[in-house]
Structures are given as structure tokens and as C-alpha cells.
């Protein structure tokens, strides 16, 4: 997978070129916004992310030129002015997803896994780990071969968290996914909500699937 | 013309017509004195007593002239003074909201005009402190983002390195704990700049709030069945309200968030919505410890945070409330704090209704 960053912090471009190479990725990265649209046209990217605020050209419309120019190449956009009217605009001008800082490294590479599922073949309907299942469409849930009655917004979580395949889910991740908040409600909800969940898949059996990664989130695996 | 002037010239237009009244009276009397005279000679004359004729110019002439004095010259220092009232109506209606309207002046150079201008001067000078302070806090808190995100991101990579130790990973652990809630103060602070300088934007469509309630007395069942508290929501009749349903939503979790927080263990609270004059009420009641009455006026300032003595341990930024303000605001309504008679704390919200069909 090559990705490329645009962005004019270095050292915000040093943390993501570490990470996304740390997880497989082959990483470009330009450090203003002409640069940025020059490398992608050049082409050969499976996905850019890029900053709004850039020197020379900002990331608004290097995604207008490049669309303009017939690239397709999915784009993440960032931007410190994390607004609702900036995620519209960035959509507007051809991004496929919108990230506002401050935004956890986990974040990032879940809307990544997302972004490049939607160029892959169509997973079946039926999700599973472990004796654990789930459907997509019937919403049915199975442990070990035993029904689970789950509410919606239960099994919109459990949802969320086999979406992430093993990966940690934020909490952030967890409130737009479940709730559809787009603020923080500053509330323990998510925490009752994984109680629950947890009451009903993993109390009487083992083992237990839902874990907590303290200080990062919540992820559906078998190990830790 | 200057303010003096202008009640000198007032002043002496008045006094000159109770000349004229008096002068009028006095020559109409010695007039028919005269011609009495002349008809009848001294005896006719004699018949008049002066100090009745005295008492009778005084009468007829000096009353009207008092009378026209009081009632004309009132009206006309009224006249003369109304520029003075118009400034203090002006400097009692100046808020933070209004002060780039400035206050007309008449311009033609008196002492108040000149204070005209004073003001508004004043009133430029205070709105650019005040921008000022908004756009500082709008920066201050973009600016904190980037920061944010390295450091969130470093963290994040020692916890998942293999060679991570324990201690190690609990350490960064509970620094990204902290970074997140930094990073729930920067966003609610940016929020809140945004709403003061008026670029909150609000995406309105009709919302049935009895929906909105009905969810969030279950949800907020569930926030407080931890501590044996009880939620009913007593009254939902169907109300429908033109509001962005995101922040409506937001305002109504805070409050609920709250009534849990700042209740006591195995306590109740009590939701109702109502249809008052063409506006949706909801109220939020719960059997907390009141706020002392010299700081229920400050439930919705920012960063307040209740009796610091006995709140230390209630997570919270203090900003929740002061976001559901300017979110009530922001839709035309208004939002209070009240202790009912049976002791129990109640914040309530009144927003625009849509009349019902």
C-alpha cells in the first residue's frame, strides 16, 4: 500500500510516516500543497492524506484540481479547524472522509481500514471471532451456538468494534459510530454500554473477547 | 449650539412670554382704569383699590405666565435634554451583543454630542478587547491541536511497541487518559468561542422533542442505575421545535449528565417536557444538594464548577453548562437554574415551539 501525506508539520508528518510505515504502509510525503498535488498526479497512490492548511496550495483545492483532473485515489482530509461547516467543505471538494485534530493514531487507521475495504470484495454478511457471531442484515447474534438478545444500540457497538477487525476502537470512534454525536458528550455511556455488552457475550463464556486497551479504547480479539 | 446655550435660549424664550402675559394683563387694566377715569372722572378712578388691582394682575396675568412658565419651560428643557436621555437608554441597553451599534449623534458640536462620541469610542474600544479575547481563544485552541495530536500519537506508539515494559505502558496510559480530556477542553473552548462570535452553525429542521426526551430518559436510566438513582419522565407531550437536532441532543445528555453527577446515591430525577406560550419547556429535577444561593448565579458561567469543596471528585470540565446556554441561546431560548420549595435543584430550557396543527 502506498499512502501519501501532504502536510507542513514535520514533525506531525514524522509521527504519521512512523506509524502508517509501522503498520505496512509505504509512505510519501510533501511538504506543501504543490508539491503535494504535483506527487499526486504522478499517480501510483492508494490513498493521500491531506492537511487543509498548506502552504502554496491549500488542501481544499489541491482535492478540487485533482478531482477535476479525473484522479479517483481516496483521500482523508485533516485539519486543526475541526469544525462541522470545515468536514463539509472538505467532503464538498471530493475527500472521502474528513479527520479533525487532536485525533488518536487509532482513529487514523480506522478510517484507513475503511477507506480501502471499499475497494475490496464485499465481506460476508456474517461476521464471526472466535464462537462469536454476528449479521450484518438480522442484526442475529450467536455464542457458541446460543442466541443474544442485544438492543439496537448494542449491536450497533459490537458492530462497530468487529469492524475494526481486532484493531482498538477510540472511544471518540465509538460515540459517532453507536450515537451519531459529532461532540463529546463528556458522559460515561460508552463505558455502561461495553458493561452490558460484555454481560451478555462474555460473562458465560470464555474467552472473554471484548478487552479494554487503557488509555486507547476498546477491541473485540481473542488475545490481547 | 452648545447645551447652554441651547437652555439659556429656552430659558429666556419662556420668561419673555410671561412678560408678555403680565405686561398684556397689567395694560389691560390700566386701560379700563383710564378710560373709567375719563368716563367718570377722579371718583370713578378712586373706586379701584390698588391693592385689589394688584392682587388681580396677579391673578390673571402672573398665574397663566407660572402655569405657561412651568408646563412650557418643562417642555421645552425636556426637549433640550433629550439627547442626554437618549445616551443613558443607550449606555443601559449596552451589552457584549450590541456593541458595535453605535449610539446616533446629533453632530452639531454641544457637550453632547462630544460625549455621544466618548461613548462611542468606548463602546469601538470595548469591542475590540472583546473580539480580541474570542479570537484569542479561538487560536489558543487551534494552535493546541497539532501539539495534541503528536503528543497523543507518540504515546500511542509506546504502548503498542513490543519492548514497551508494564510500567511503561501504564505510564503512557494514563498520560493519554489526560491528553484526551485536554483535548475535550480545547474542543468545548473552541465551541464556545465559535458560538460567542456568532459562527456557530446551526443545521435547523423540524424535531419532535418528545422523541428526544423519550430517548434520553432511557439513556440517562441507564447513566444512573450505578448509583440507585431513578429517572421518570412525567410529562412528554408530543412538541415539535425548528432546532439542529445534534445540538439539541447535546444540551439534553449535559443536563442529564448532570442531574446524575451532582445527585446523591439512590436518588430520583424527574424530566418533564411542556407546551408553554408558542415555546417548548423542558425541565430537569433532581434530588442533589442545592447550590448555595450566592452562586446559583453562576451555575452557567464557564469553569464553574459548584461548591469546590465537596465536587473535586466529579469529573467534568465545567463548560457543559455554559455550551447548553449558548446552544439554547443560539435557537432564540433561554435556560435557568432554580431550587424548588421541596428542595430539589431544576435546570429548565424554553426553545421556540411549533404551533401545533
Same mark, same amino acid.
Given at each position: 500500500m502506498r499512502l501519501l501525506i501532504v502536510e507542513d508539520e514535520p514533525k506531525t508528518a514524522a509521527l504519521l510516516g512512523s506509524t502508517l510505515r509501522s503498520e505496512g504502509f509505504e509512505v510519501v510525503w510533501a511538504e506543501d500543497g504543490k508539491g503535494g498535488l504535483d506527487e499526486a498526479l504522478r499517480g501510483g497512490f492508494d490513498v493521500l492524506l491531506v492537511d487543509i492548511m498548506l502552504p502554496k496550495l491549500d488542501g481544499l483545492s489541491l482535492v478540487r484540481e485533482l478531482r477535476a483532473r479525473g484522479h479517483t485515489t481516496p483521500v482523508i482530509m485533516l485539519s486543526a479547524r475541526g469544525e462541522v461547516e470545515q468536514r463539509v467543505e472538505g467532503l464538498d471538494a471530493g475527500a472521502d472522509d474528513y479527520l479533525p485534530k487532536p485525533f488518536a493514531m487509532s482513529e487514523l487507521m480506522a478510517r484507513l481500514r475503511s477507506l480501502l475495504r471499499r475497494n475490496s470484495p464485499p465481506k460476508p454478511s456474517v461476521l464471526s471471532l472466535g464462537d462469536l457471531t454476528f449479521d450484518q442484515v438480522t442484526r442475529e447474534t450467536r455464542r457458541g451456538g446460543k442466541r443474544i438478545e442485544l438492543s439496537t444500540r448494542e449491536s450497533l457497538l459490537l458492530e462497530c468494534l468487529f469492524r475494526a477487525e481486532g484493531g482498538v476502537v477510540s472511544r471518540r470512534d465509538i460515540i459517532s459510530a453507536v450515537w451519531e454525536y459529532d461532540f463529546d458528550p463528556g458522559t460515561n455511556l460508552v463505558e455502561v454500554y461495553i458493561r452490558r455488552l460484555r454481560d451478555k457475550i462474555d460473562r458465560e463464556a470464555s474467552p472473554s473477547l471484548i478487552q479494554t486497551v487503557r488509555g486507547l479504547g476498546y477491541a473485540l480479539r481473542l488475545q490481547p | 449650539m452648545t447645551l447652554r446655550r441651547r437652555i439659556l435660549l429656552y430659558y429666556s424664550v419662556t420668561l419673555s412670554f410671561s412678560l408678555v402675559i403680565v405686561g398684556f394683563w397689567s395694560w389691560f387694566e390700566f386701560t379700563e382704569q383710564r378710560n373709567e377715569a375719563l368716563r367718570g372722572g377722579a371718583e370713578a378712578a378712586l373706586k379701584h383699590d390698588p391693592l385689589f388691582e394688584t392682587f388681580e394682575i396677579i391673578l390673571y396675568g402672573g398665574l397663566p405666565a407660572i402655569l405657561l412658565g412651568i408646563f412650557g419651560g418643562g417642555m421645552l428643557m425636556r426637549r433640550a435634554l433629550r439627547p442626554i436621555e437618549e445616551l443613558t437608554e443607550a449606555l443601559e441597553n449596552t451589552d457584549v451583543s450590541n456593541l458595535s451599534d453605535l449610539v446616533p449623534r446629533s453632530g452639531n458640536g454641544d457637550e453632547?454630542? @462630544?460625549?455621544?462620541?466618548?461613548?462611542?469610542?468606548?463602546?469601538e474600544r470595548l469591542g475590540r478587547s472583546f473580539t480580541q479575547a474570542r479570537e484569542f481563544t479561538l487560536n489558543a485552541? *487551534?494552535?493546541?491541536k497539532t501539539p495534541l495530536t503528536i503528543l497523543h500519537g507518540t504515546l500511542e506508539q509506546t504502548i503498542v511497541r513490543e519492548d514497551a515494559t508494564v510500567h511503561e505502558r501504564e505510564n503512557a496510559a494514563t498520560m493519554l487518559e489526560e491528553i484526551q480530556r485536554l483535548s475535550s477542553i480545547v474542543g468545548q473552548l473552541s465551541f464556545l468561542a465559535r458560538a460567542d462570535a456568532g459562527l456557530m452553525s446551526l443545521n435547523r429542521e423540524p424535531v419532535a422533542l418528545h422523541d428526544l426526551a423519550g430517548d434520553l430518559a432511557e439513556e440517562a436510566a441507564l447513566l444512573a442505575a450505578g448509583s440507585g438513582i431513578t429517572v421518570k419522565?412525567?410529562?412528554?407531550?408530543?412538541?415539535?421545535?425548528?432546532?439542529?437536532?445534534? @445540538?439539541l441532543r447535546q444540551v439534553l445528555l449535559n443536563l442529564a449528565d448532570n442531574a446524575v453527577k451532582y445527585n446523591v446515591p439512590d436518588g430520583s430525577i424527574e424530566m418533564i417536557l411542556q407546551r408553554g406560550?408558542?415555546?417548548a419547556v423542558f425541565a430537569i429535577r433532581n434530588t442533589g444538594a442545592a447550590l448555595a444561593p450566592e452562586l446559583q448565579g453562576r451555575v452557567f458561567e464557564r469553569f464553574f464548577r459548584g461548591d469546590p469543596a465537596h465536587n473535586s471528585a466529579i469529573e467534568g470540565s465545567g463548560l457543559g453548562l455554559s455550551i447548553a446556554?449558548?446552544?439554547?441561546?443560539? *435557537?432564540? !431560548?433561554?435556560? !435557568?437554574?432554580?431550587v424548588l420549595p421541596d428542595g430539589r435543584t431544576e435546570v429548565s430550557f424554553a426553545i421556540p415551539a411549533i404551533p401545533p396543527p
Open positions: - | 453632547l454630542d @462630544r460625549m455621544t462620541a466618548v461613548f462611542n469610542r468606548m463602546k485552541s *487551534h494552535e493546541l419522565l412525567s410529562a412528554c407531550p408530543p412538541i415539535e421545535v425548528r432546532a439542529d437536532r445534534m @445540538r406560550d408558542d415555546e446556554k449558548s446552544i439554547v441561546e443560539a *435557537h432564540g !431560548g433561554r435556560i !435557568g437554574y432554580a
